[in-house]
């Protein structure tokens, strides 16, 4: 069973950063496209951001400019960088490894993210 873990959620307020990480295996990273969604409370999920070795990142017009994903390889690691947080950024968030080369179809638990005005 494929496990990804996320951390690095907190409580900011408007304005503040905050960077997620999500370690998964390190094949993970090659056969599979990388993702991160939000669920607010009462909301669908929400696509923030793709990320894959070849492709590079992708955002939701809603978080463009403000977030950055990226990939590190040694650590085995996606990370989500959130700047200039918003109250409407407050949701759990999720790491997700999607069919690319393989099914994948993996998610973490979450980490809960609370900006506060």
């Known amino acids: 069973q494929v496990q990804l873990v996320e951390s690095g959620g907190g409580s900011v307020q408007t304005g503040g950063s905050l960077k997620l990480s999500c370690q998964a295996p390190?094949?993970?990273?090659?056969?599979?496209?990388m993702a991160w969604y939000r669920q607010a409370p009462g909301k669908g999920r929400e696509l923030v951001s793709t990320i894959s070795l070849e492709d590079g990142a992708t955002y939701a017009d809603s978080v463009k400019g403000r977030f950055t994903a990226s990939i590190d390889m040694p650590a085995n690691r996606l990370f989500l960088q959130m700047d200039s947080l918003q109250t409407e950024d407050t949701a759990m968030y999720y790491c997700a490894a999607e069919e690319k080369y393989d099914a994948c179809g993996y998610w973490g638990h979450g980490t809960q993210v609370t900006v506060s005005s």
């Open positions: 390190a094949y993970v990273f090659a056969q599979c496209g």
